[in-house]
């Protein structure tokens, strides 16, 4: 709006003389049609399954961009002491086992500060990631996990 006052000040006008109106009236729409700000990004909704030892399933939504941590979290999903550092990398209470499929796609790979705390969870597998690293995209919606059948939690 500040740049808009400007072209539009006395010594612009002067200087435009009778094209003033003309320029006027396209400043003014262009204006209109114009932003500074971002527009706003609708995350796309997604879903994961959960499956425990017992062979129970448990779904869960979240939204894009959401960690599987996040997703647990927000849904009350009942898996006993899972994230209990709060995504801070000193446990692997949020330990999931993933399809080999799914696994080769996460958009990235576990960081050495998370392979050292799958190193201290039960039933760790070739597969296995924190769920709190694991960002979710559009393209893992619907996807099942394996919740192991006992965790650890490292800062004990």
Same mark, same amino acid.
């Given at each position: 709006?500040?740049?808009?006052?400007?072209?539009?000040?006395?010594?612009?006008?002067?200087?435009?003389?009778?094209?003033?109106?003309?320029?006027?009236?396209?400043?003014q729409s262009l204006a209109k049609i114009t932003s500074t700000t971002?527009?706003?990004?609708?995350?796309?909704?997604?879903?994961?399954?959960?499956?425990?030892?017992?062979?129970?399933?448990? #779904? =869960?939504?979240?939204?894009?961009?959401? +960690?599987? %941590?996040?997703?647990? !979290?927000?849904?009350?999903?009942? @898996?006993d002491g899972y994230g209990a550092c709060e995504g801070t990398l000193?446990?692997?209470?949020?330990?999931?086992?993933?399809?080999?499929?799914?696994?080769?796609?996460?958009?990235?790979?576990?960081?050495?500060?998370?392979?050292?705390?799958?190193? #201290? =969870?039960?039933?760790?597998?070739?597969? +296995?990631? %924190?769920?709190?690293? !694991?960002?979710?995209?559009?393209? @893992?919606?619907?996807?099942?996990?394996?919740?192991?059948?006992?965790?650890?939690?490292?800062?004990?």
């Amino acid at each position: 709006m500040a740049l808009m006052q400007r072209l539009l000040s006395r010594p612009m006008r002067l200087a435009l003389g009778s094209n003033y109106s003309k320029c006027k009236a396209y400043w003014q729409s262009l204006a209109k049609i114009t932003s500074t700000t971002q527009p706003l990004f609708e995350k796309q909704e997604v879903s994961i399954t959960f499956v425990k030892a017992s062979g129970e399933r448990i #779904l =869960a939504k979240g939204k894009e961009g959401d +960690s599987i %941590l996040d997703i647990v !979290v927000n849904n009350e999903v009942d @898996l006993d002491g899972y994230g209990a550092c709060e995504g801070t990398l000193t446990c692997s209470t949020c330990h999931l086992i993933f399809p080999k499929k799914v696994y080769d796609t996460l958009p990235n790979k576990p960081t050495e500060e998370e392979l050292d705390m799958l190193d #201290l =969870a039960y039933e760790l597998t070739n597969t +296995s990631r %924190l769920g709190c690293q !694991v960002i979710m995209t559009k393209e @893992l919606d619907g996807i099942e996990v394996q919740v192991p059948t006992t965790i650890n939690d490292a800062r004990t």
